[in-house]
């Protein structure tokens, strides 16, 4: 219960921020690398409160097996690899995100960030091979519809449908 509370609580925040985005958007101007900067600068100083947990890690990193990265033929750690790569794809995302918030509805947005998480999900339970419950599939069920819900594919699918039942009863 208290990990259901925790997210649903986030999903209201991150709804709250949106709304807050897009009415920053309206007022000044749709600027998605500078709400990008202040979004990640600001609360660079609270990390401090986390520096020795930071540094303790940082040595366990260094202490992890060599690696040679292929196209480099840089060797280094593969924590400190793995790590690189991981700030590459977050870069990637989020600015693709700060840019989407500033073309669509935060809802459109949020929509996009779920279908995104899901995939992810779908990606990490093939590749470490972890078992796809009756859970997994009520979720899945549930994202698929809420997108075809907000997409309004039924209303475009009616007329379909409804050629297709005078196509059969003609025949």
């Keep these: 219960l208290a990990g259901i509370?925790?997210?649903?609580?986030?999903?209201l925040m991150s709804a709250r921020m949106g709304i807050f985005?897009?009415?920053l958007y309206q007022r000044f101007g749709k600027h998605s690398k500078e709400a990008l900067?202040?979004?990640?600068?600001l609360?660079?100083?609270?990390?401090?409160?986390?520096?020795?947990?930071?540094?303790q890690h940082a040595v366990l990193f260094s202490q992890s097996e060599l690696f040679e990265v292929p196209v480099l033929g840089l060797t280094l750690p593969i924590m400190w690899f793995y790590l690189f790569m991981n700030v590459i794809t977050q870069?990637?995302?989020?600015?693709?995100?700060?840019?989407?918030?500033?073309?669509c509805t935060s809802l459109t947005v949020t929509l996009v960030v779920t279908l995104r998480k899901f995939l992810s999900l779908i990606f990490s339970i093939l590749y470490f091979h972890n078992p796809f419950t009756p859970w997994h599939w009520l979720g899945t069920a549930l994202v698929f519809l809420g997108t075809l819900l907000y997409t309004e594919v039924w209303h475009s699918l009616g007329p379909l449908l409804a050629r297709c039942r005078g196509r059969a009863k003609r025949e």
């Design 21 to 23: 985005q897009e009415t």
């Design 91 to 103: 870069y990637v995302c989020v600015r693709g995100v700060f840019i989407l918030t500033t073309e």
């Design 43 to 55: 609360p660079l100083p609270g990390f401090l409160l986390l520096a020795p947990n930071i540094y």
């Design 37 to 41: 900067f202040y979004n990640h600068a």
């Design 5 to 11: 509370a925790a997210l649903t609580f986030a999903l």
